[in-house]
C-alpha cells in the first residue's frame, strides 16, 4: 500500500502473509506485579500469599539472557529480509503511577508488545488491558506509532477501563474467568486475525464487553466477528494458531473436533499438544510460573511456508514439516518465566497481502 511516494508502514490482515516489518520486545527492567489483576490474569491458580512473595524486578540473570535471545531473534528476522524495530528501555521500577481510582502500580515490561497493540489492516487498536501494570505500557511503541501515523496508519485506542478490585472473581477458577464483565477489557492476543474474519477468546484477559465493543468498531467496515469460550485462562495464541488459508495449529489439550470453532470447520487441522517444557529457571527459587508449558506453540509465521519458533520444540518442528512447513529455530529460553513466546514478544506491523475472507 502506497501514500504517494511512502510506504503505509501499517497492512497486516493475517499471521502467514509475506512478513515485512516487526516489533521484537526487550527485557529491560522487567518486573513481576503481583496485585488484584496481575493475579487475576497470570496465578488464578495460585494462593494470594504465595504470589505476594514475587512483587518486583526479576533477577538481572534471566533479563540478560532473555535480551540475548530477544536480540538473536531480531538478527534472524533481518536476516531473512525483514525490518525489526525495537522498543524504547524504560526503567518500571522507576515508574508508579496513581490515576485516581484508589489503585496505584509500577509497569510491567517491555518483552510483548502484541499483547496491547492490534493490528488490523491500516489500523493500530490499543486495547484496553484488564492489567494494573500495563495501564501505560503501550508508550514503549509510541515513536514507531507515530511514524505509522505519519506513514498514513489510523491509530485508535479503546476506552481505558477504570480496574477496580470489583472487575475480579477467583470463584470456580477452572470453570469461569476471573475477569468480570463490567467495563469493556480485553488484550490484543485474544482476537485470532483471519483476514475478514476474527475469532475473540472471552478468558481472563479479555471479556464480553470487549468483543461487542470491537464487533461495533470493526464489523461497519466488512470484518465479521466471532467468539468462543474454549478455556478460561488468557491469549489465544498457544491455542489456536492459523498458518495458512485453510491450515491451523490446534492445541488438542484445549480444542477437540466437539468444541472446534465453525469458522475452522472446513478447514484441515494439525492437533497437537507436544510441547518441550522448557520449565522456568526461577523454579528452584519459589517463582511461579506464569503460563503453562504449551507457550511452546507460540510461534511467528513469515509466510505461508516458514515459522520461526523455539529451538526446543523440535517434536513440533517434525510435525509441521509433514505439511511443507520450514522451521527457523532460534533460543528462547525464558518465554515461560517472562509469560511470552516468540509470537508474543513480537508484533508484525506490516505483511504483503491484503484483505481477503477465508473462512466461507
Request: hydrophobic share 35%; charged share 25%; with cysteine.
Amino acid at each position: 500500500i502506497h501514500t504517494g511516494d511512502r510506504c503505509m508502514i501499517v497492512n497486516s490482515h493475517n499471521d502467514w502473509d509475506p512478513l515485512e516489518e516487526i516489533i521484537v520486545g526487550r527485557a529491560d527492567h522487567s518486573r513481576i506485579a503481583t496485585d488484584i489483576s496481575a493475579r487475576s490474569f497470570s496465578y488464578a491458580n495460585f494462593n494470594k500469599e504465595d504470589v505476594e512473595k514475587l512483587e518486583g524486578p526479576y533477577p538481572q540473570w534471566v533479563i540478560d539472557e532473555a535480551n540475548e535471545d530477544a536480540d538473536g531473534l531480531a538478527d534472524a528476522l533481518s536476516k531473512m529480509g525483514v525490518k525489526v524495530h525495537r522498543p524504547k528501555v524504560i526503567d518500571w521500577e522507576q515508574k508508579s503511577y496513581d490515576i485516581g481510582q484508589g489503585w496505584k502500580s509500577k509497569g510491567w515490561y517491555s518483552w510483548c508488545p502484541r499483547d496491547l497493540i492490534l493490528p488490523l489492516g491500516d489500523m493500530l487498536i490499543e486495547t484496553p488491558t484488564p492489567v494494573r501494570a500495563r495501564y501505560f505500557e503501550t508508550r514503549l511503541y509510541e515513536d514507531i506509532m507515530y511514524e505509522a501515523f505519519e506513514d498514513g496508519a489510523l491509530w485508535m485506542s479503546a476506552p481505558k477501563p477504570k480496574l477496580h478490585d470489583d472487575m475480579y472473581t477467583f470463584e470456580d477458577i477452572e470453570d469461569k474467568p476471573t475477569l468480570l464483565n463490567h467495563e469493556i477489557c480485553f488484550d490484543a492476543p485474544n482476537i485470532v486475525r483471519v483476514g475478514k474474519d476474527l475469532l475473540y477468546q472471552v478468558s481472563n484477559s479479555g471479556n464480553m464487553k470487549g468483543y461487542q465493543w470491537l464487533k461495533r468498531l470493526v464489523e461497519p467496515m466488512g470484518y465479521k466477528m466471532h467468539y468462543s469460550e474454549l478455556y478460561s485462562f488468557a491469549h489465544f495464541d498457544s491455542t489456536i494458531v492459523p498458518l495458512r488459508p485453510g491450515l491451523v495449529l490446534m492445541n488438542s489439550s484445549r480444542v477437540t473436533p466437539d468444541n472446534c470453532p465453525e469458522m475452522f470447520k472446513k478447514w484441515d487441522k494439525i492437533w497437537f499438544d507436544d510441547c518441550v517444557v522448557q520449565g522456568s529457571k526461577l523454579a528452584e527459587q519459589g517463582y511461579m510460573p506464569p503460563c503453562s508449558p504449551y507457550i511452546g506453540m507460540n510461534l511467528l509465521s513469515v509466510d505461508e511456508n516458514t515459522v520461526v519458533l523455539d529451538s526446543a520444540q523440535e517434536p513440533l518442528m517434525r510435525e509441521l514439516d509433514k505439511y511443507g512447513i520450514n522451521s527457523v529455530p532460534v533460543q528462547f529460553r525464558h518465554s515461560m518465566t517472562l509469560s511470552g513466546g516468540i509470537h508474543c514478544a513480537t508484533l508484525d506491523l506490516r505483511r504483503k497481502g491484503t484483505l481477503e475472507s477465508y473462512c466461507d
